[in-house]
């Protein structure tokens, strides 16, 4: 291998390198970002738990004389 052949194959490999690290950084700023997301996520999930439980609940209306959609039994079968 001649000086130049060896020179132009240490730049190639320098250049890569220099992409492998900004693509490493990359992903590691990425890495972080997703850990700051799932982090408010998770503490978006908790208050929404707790809100959840402080949302007052609507009594079970279903009674045997309704079908399964909600609508009266007009010949009162359910209800024998």
Known sequence: ???AESD???QTLS???ARVHQVESAL????EHMQRIMAGVSQLSGQLAALDERL???QDTYTATSD???R????GALSR
């Open 72 to 75: 009266a039994d007009p010949w």
């Open 15 to 17: 250049a890569q390198a």
């Open 8 to 10: 132009l194959l240490k």
């Open 56 to 58: 007052p609940r609507a």
């Open 68 to 70: 399964c959609q909600g």
């Open 28 to 31: 590691r700023q990425m890495s």
């Open 1 to 3: 291998m001649d000086p």
